[in-house]
């Protein structure tokens, strides 16, 4: 059991690579050791469409980090924070006015990882609705063809009913494994 230390899809890039090492014929610590360099860079981003819903399920559980102030300014002016997690901490790195050019900026800082060289070929991808709505979402297309060009495997999934509970209908997170780096 390895803590990924990361949210929703993001989890799912270490399972993808155990189960690829294990294929490839790999050892339990070689792969209990690859898991735990991966934790430490996994990297995910998830964008909330609605900053009252969250926050109102963040103070559900203790957690202040959302003022009052900061949900209505941000839906006010229709501001969009992107958030990154990363080694179990979680915080904004981004905001963006509206929710489309919100994931636009995403797919696209995530089609500038993989061109940098992501740590394992995988990008998981979840989606708080139909993935046919993800697939209309603006620079979705262009993230696929990033992915197909350089041999990253693209997963996309239905986010879980708990993790739409928490961060609303709509919230898209994208996850990778990758070095250290700012978001640009």
């Known amino acids: 059991m390895i803590d990924s230390q990361n949210l929703f899809s993001a989890q799912g890039v270490g399972v993808v690579e155990a189960v690829r090492m294990r294929a490839?014929?790999?050892?339990v610590q070689q792969i209990r050791e690859r898991l735990e360099e991966l934790?430490?860079?996994?990297?995910?981003?998830?964008?909330?469409?609605?900053?009252?819903?969250?926050?109102?399920?963040?103070r559900s559980k203790g957690d202040r980090s959302v003022s009052l102030f900061s949900a209505a300014l941000g839906t006010a002016l229709d501001i969009k924070p992107i958030l990154h997690c990363?080694?179990?901490d979680t915080?904004?790195?981004g905001k963006i006015k509206g929710f489309e050019p919100a994931v636009q900026k995403l797919f696209d800082f995530a089609i500038q990882r993989i061109q940098a060289g992501l740590?394992?070929?995988?990008?998981?991808?979840?989606y708080g609705?139909?993935?046919?709505?993800l697939h209309a979402l603006p620079g979705y297309d262009r993230l696929r063809e990033a992915c197909a060009a350089n041999d990253?495997?693209?997963?996309?999934?239905?986010?879980?009913?708990?993790g739409m509970v928490n961060v609303g209908k709509g919230?898209?997170?994208?996850?990778?494994?990758?070095?250290p780096h700012k978001f640009a």
């Open 129 to 133: 609705g139909e993935l046919s709505a």
């Open 171 to 179: 919230a898209i997170v994208l996850g990778f494994a990758a070095p």
């Open 39 to 58: 934790a430490l860079n996994t990297h995910g981003y998830m964008v909330p469409p609605d900053l009252y819903y969250l926050r109102n399920r963040a």
């Open 86 to 88: 990363n080694r179990g």
């Open 24 to 27: 490839a014929g790999a050892g």
């Open 91 to 93: 915080a904004p790195v």
């Open 152 to 162: 990253v495997e693209l997963f996309e999934s239905v986010m879980s009913l708990t």
């Open 119 to 126: 740590m394992t070929p995988t990008m998981c991808v979840s």
